[in-house]
């Protein structure tokens, strides 16, 4: 059974860089999109980016210059690298398996999620 | 990016009832559309995938239709372990996005 478990700081100050890392056990990284995707009540579920198995990002553009997303297949982990961060950036933080249906047709999904952690920023 | 607009945001049905949540997106999705359940404290729940496929352990009570734009939820007969709150999510193109959610209440 695929689990995903999320761990890092649940303070940060502003300014500063929120970390979060993801660790995969249960499965292999390969052949998968490793995402994060954030929750708060302002802005409901926001997707921040995926990491492909071979290293390829892609981050959602509101976000795009402050996030880093990396992987470390050794260890099966993925990370969040979030910087100057505000107060808006307080939220429960998820990271999820995206992964194609058998039958493709490009149909993804987000099958596995993380339980979340709650990161608030504040001084 | 591409909006996902729910609706209603809340209802409230009894046990038994058939209950069904909109979605449209703003622009044409195929049917790269994706139906999740989220309870109180914990992560949101795969259902459907591919507009209409049931992820693998999800009761057949819940069916989900629709292509391009317009999409359906359906809970067949509502049943109390099924009050939380649903969301939609496009696959079609990045960034991914959700809807705003439905929250299902019991009589």
């Known amino acids: 059974q695929v689990q995903l478990q999320e761990s890092g700081p649940g303070l940060v100050k502003p300014s500063e860089t929120l970390s979060l890392t993801c660790t995969v056990s249960g499965g292999s990284i390969s052949n998968y999109y490793w995402s994060w995707i954030r929750q708060s009540p302002g802005r409901g579920l926001e997707w921040i980016g995926y990491i492909y198995y071979t290293g390829m990002t892609n981050y959602n553009s509101s976000l795009k210059r402050r996030v880093t997303i990396s992987l470390d297949t050794s260890r099966t982990q993925f990370s969040l690298n979030l910087s100057s961060v505000t107060a808006a950036d307080t939220a429960v933080y998820y990271c999820?398996?995206?992964?194609?249906?058998?039958f493709g047709r490009g149909v993804y999904f987000f099958d596995y999620w993380g339980q979340g952690t709650l990161v608030t920023v504040s001084s | 990016d591409i909006q996902m607009t729910q609706s209603p945001s809340s209802l409230s049905a009894s046990v038994g009832d058939r209950v069904t949540i909109t979605c449209r997106a703003g622009?044409?999705?195929?049917?790269?559309l994706n139906w999740y359940q989220q309870k109180p404290g914990k992560a949101p729940k795969l259902l459907i995938y591919?507009?209409?496929s049931l992820q693998s352990g999800v009761p057949s009570r819940f069916t989900g239709s629709g292509s391009g734009t317009d999409f359906t939820l359906t809970i067949s007969s509502l049943q109390p372990e099924d009050c939380a709150t649903y969301y939609c999510q496009q696959s079609n193109s990045t960034p991914k996005t959700f809807g705003q959610g439905t929250k299902v209440e019991i009589k």
């Open positions: 999820a398996r995206e992964v194609m249906a058998t």
């Open positions: 622009q044409t999705i195929s049917n790269y």
């Open positions: 591919g507009a209409s």
